[in-house]
């Protein structure tokens, strides 16, 4: 597979689109991060993308409680730690570089998009150094803090259970007090991302469980830190007891964990692990989001690459105008969607918190959806190629598949957007949006009456999610997260174009044309999406 980061396209996301110098840069001017960008696509291009259909095929190996990862990995791993690529968002406290998260989120996007199996272990260690930053006590931040922004070791969240997916409340794993002030774990967690490998000595997992005596439901789980091997270097009595044969990300170990009485540190406070681990959630969710605009734009290199050497009917597939369409499609979608994203980071870095929360299940949704939908035009961008392993399309549409489902899927995300989001304020941070959305099309010209028309569609929406019962306005949750996430990433690539400076002439043509394609094409049916979410339970009860 090959692979070319898009700065340029990435860059007018962040600087212009997410308006990333609005926020404390520190040290980070345009020109240092044009060249962050470069090198780590270069690192993406030259080391991880070649590794990413090998991978595919080696897949991982488990014996004896021992992860052999794909061939390459661990050589590709110890250049991405040396990079220092770990710790760029990271508290300089701690060794990290202290850099805007969206800067940061930038460099990730190129990891993903190289190859997605690889860049799960350092999307899930960003997570632990979240959550430990923010709940761990100050021996736990010095302990464990400095060793995983450098990427000498890694981290993990152990919360599902064979009976407790999405309902944590109903896990099982216990922890039982012992006399030093620590806790034995016993239980099993299964689908935990590289929960057991070889890139590291050490893995730092982060692990659900109920104190003996707890409450029952959500209200007595808490969160504990279980190394892999403890600080006096035994092993830890945890083990991989099996890996998971997927659809995709097949590079990737999803491995099922046995706590056999491992030692853990209380990690916060006790029976109030939710909230703690929602801090890690929260953070995987928009670099989720920021995996399904990635493998998105590698399906569309490696399509529109396919559509330049394919000839059907004398001429090349790329001149075909519903191949052409398709193509635009692609492009069009992957820019909102990064815009979406960048926007969630920029807003984390300005402490924009009701901006923050109210894009974050827009990303993870919205760009989820998006990367298996653009991946799937992949597919047929090449035909039958597209069909069997040998054309290559196939992997990035297996390997998006998951995105939509894990960190809380899909339909989770529209009913925190409706439930938490919505209604914790009362539609006041969407009613910004919404107002926002207006303004810019009033700017736009080409496009801008779709726009326009769309912002008003979700305002109105807004106004019958907030009246409907709980059971109407959940039956149009997703619709409304959809027409959301469309008018918001819209109004941000309109919003950029504005202001935008320094970039050339034909660049910002191309952007003003992939915007006006997207609203003729996708704002247009914001009507439809205002009668879906007006259906309401009885249309579905009516079908039942």
């Given at each position: 597979?090959?692979?070319?980061?898009?700065?340029?396209?990435?860059?007018?996301?962040?600087?212009?689109?997410?308006?990333?110098?609005?926020?404390?840069?520190?040290?980070?001017?345009?020109?240092?991060?044009?060249?962050?960008?470069?090198?780590?696509?270069?690192?993406?291009?030259?080391?991880?993308?070649?590794?990413?259909?090998?991978?595919?095929?080696?897949?991982?190996?488990?014996?004896?409680?021992?992860?052999?990862?794909?061939?390459?990995?661990?050589?590709?791993?110890?250049?991405?730690?040396?990079?220092?690529?770990?710790?760029?968002?990271?508290?300089?406290?701690?060794?990290?570089?202290?850099?805007?998260?969206?800067?940061?989120?930038?460099?990730?996007?190129?990891?993903?998009?190289?190859?997605?199996?690889?860049?799960?272990?350092?999307?899930?260690?960003?997570?632990?150094?979240?959550?430990?930053?923010?709940?761990?006590?100050?021996?736990?931040?010095?302990?464990?803090?400095?060793?995983?922004?450098?990427?000498?070791?890694?981290?993990?969240?152990?919360?599902?259970?064979?009976?407790?997916?999405?309902?944590?409340?109903?896990?099982?794993?216990?922890?039982?007090?012992?006399?030093?002030?620590?806790?034995?774990?016993?239980?099993?967690?299964?689908?935990?991302?590289?929960?057991?490998?070889?890139?590291?000595?050490?893995?730092?997992?982060?692990?659900?469980?109920?104190?003996?005596?707890?409450?029952?439901?959500?209200?007595?789980?808490?969160?504990?830190?279980?190394?892999?091997?403890?600080?006096?270097?035994?092993?830890?009595?945890?083990?991989?007891?099996?890996?998971?044969?997927?659809?995709?990300?097949?590079?990737?170990?999803?491995?099922?964990?046995?706590?056999?009485?491992?030692?853990?540190?209380?990690?916060?406070?006790?029976?109030?692990?939710?909230?703690?681990?929602?801090?890690?959630?929260?953070?995987?969710?928009?670099?989720v989001g920021m995996q399904g605009v990635a493998v998105a734009e590698a399906a569309y290199q490696k399509a529109l690459g396919y559509a330049r050497e394919r000839k059907q009917g004398g001429v090349l597939i790329v001149e075909h105008p519903d191949v052409r369409r398709m193509l635009t499609t692609m492009k069009a979608h992957i820019q909102i969607g990064r815009a979406l994203c960048y926007a969630c980071a920029a807003a984390a870095d300005r402490g924009e918190k009701a901006r923050e929360d109210l894009l974050t299940p827009l990303a993870k949704s919205w760009c989820t959806d998006m990367g298996v939908a653009v991946a799937s035009l992949g597919v047929q961008v090449h035909g039958g190629m597209g069909f069997v392993e040998e054309g290559g399309a196939a992997q990035f549409y297996r390997d998006a598949r998951i995105a939509p489902i894990y960190e809380g899927t899909n339909g989770i995300q529209a009913i925190d957007l409706y439930a938490r989001k919505l209604l914790g304020d009362r539609g006041a941070a969407m009613g910004e949006l919404v107002a926002e959305a207006k303004a810019a099309a009033a700017d736009l010209g080409a496009g801008g009456a779709w726009l326009g028309q769309a912002a008003a569609a979700l305002g109105e929406a807004t106004q019958i999610m907030l009246a409907a019962p709980r059971a109407d306005a959940l039956t149009g949750a997703s619709d409304y997260l959809t027409l959301a996430a469309e008018v918001a990433g819209a109004a941000l690539v309109a919003r950029g174009l504005a202001r935008a400076a320094g970039f050339p002439a034909d660049f910002l043509a191309e952007q003003r044309a992939l915007l006006a394609f997207f609203a003729a094409t996708v704002l247009a049916r914001a009507p439809s999406r205002l009668a879906a979410i007006e259906l309401g339970a009885a249309g579905l009860a009516e079908f039942s």
């Open positions: 597979m090959s692979y070319r980061a898009p700065v340029q396209d990435m860059r007018f996301a962040l600087e212009a689109c997410a308006d990333l110098w609005s926020a404390p840069a520190g040290d980070l001017d345009a020109g240092l991060l044009g060249d962050i960008l470069e090198a780590a696509g270069a690192l993406a291009g030259e080391t991880l993308a070649p590794l990413n259909s090998s991978g595919d095929r080696a897949r991982v190996q488990l014996r004896d409680g021992a992860v052999t990862s794909a061939p390459g990995f661990r050589e590709a791993y110890a250049l991405f730690r040396a990079g220092g690529w770990q710790g760029l968002a990271a508290d300089p406290a701690y060794g990290g570089q202290g850099l805007p998260r969206a800067a940061a989120l930038g460099v990730f996007e190129t990891i993903h998009a190289a190859n997605m199996s690889f860049a799960l272990a350092p999307m899930l260690t960003a997570g632990a150094i979240e959550a430990l930053h923010q709940h761990g006590s100050p021996e736990q931040r010095a302990l464990y803090l400095p060793k995983l922004i450098s990427g000498e070791w890694t981290g993990t969240m152990n919360l599902t259970e064979p009976q407790a997916g999405s309902d944590l409340g109903v896990l099982t794993t216990k922890a039982t007090a012992a006399a030093d002030g620590s806790y034995r774990l016993s239980g099993q967690k299964i689908f935990i991302t590289w929960g057991e490998h070889d890139l590291t000595d050490n893995i730092i997992h982060l692990v659900l469980a109920r104190i003996e005596g707890a409450p029952a439901g959500s209200k007595g789980v808490s969160l504990f830190v279980a190394p892999k091997l403890l600080p006096d270097g035994r092993r830890n009595a945890l083990r991989c007891i099996g890996v998971e044969e997927k659809m995709g990300i097949h590079a990737s170990p999803t491995c099922t964990m046995a706590f056999e009485g491992a030692t853990g540190w209380l990690l916060g406070q006790e029976n109030r692990g939710l909230a703690a681990m929602f801090t890690m959630m929260n953070a995987a969710r928009l670099n």
